[in-house]
């Protein structure tokens, strides 16, 4: 499977492109900001893109929509969605075909409550649902339970070997695998719910504590 890591400006937004290359169709997810230059790479490599989706319904990550659907003539899909050229629904568990491939969606509410991943293959793209050390922003309360068991219940169960392509650049590195988080994200290294609030409440001094921009 081909994955296509863009820097796109904002917040250190990342999107992505994901194609099957033996039939050369492909995905784009959340082309924002910059989203000529995911159709300029995939009109130069012969691509067909099929769909366009969103993790999650936040203007940092919609915001290139139109013109990507406009050059593509692709459906913009998000959860609760239903693609025109399927009939599948956005929901969670839901497959969509992507040549050989195939795209599983993950309801992972928490950050929002459409929040989405996406699994194709091996490589899971999580949106701001999970980042490198880090996870999507939420409450205290119940945007926090719902992120953690998103977390626990969605994620975490998958193989270790999973790819994770975050929708910001906010860790060490731009990547991960599930198994790299589940050993040294703090958020997931937390023994129960309140103690993974606990540490949201206080984020901001574990960071200086522990050098993290």
Known sequence: MLVRQFETGGDRNFAYLAADPSTRRAVLIDPSYAPDRLVDFAEQNRLETL?????HSHYDHTNGNQIAMRRTGAAVLRFGIRDPQTGVTVADNA??????LEIRILHTPGH???SIC??????LFTGDTLFVGKVGGTDLGAEARAEYDSLHNKILILPGHTRIFPGHDYGTSPQSTVEGER???????????????DLKKNWADYKKQHGIN
């Open 51 to 55: 769909y366009i989706f969103n993790t």
């Open 183 to 197: 050993r040294t994200n703090p958020f997931l290294l937390q023994p129960d719910f309140k103690s993974f609030v």
């Open 95 to 100: 497959v969509l075909p992507l040549g050989e």
């Open 118 to 123: 996406l699994l194709i293959g091996d490589a």
């Open 112 to 114: 929002t409550p459409d």
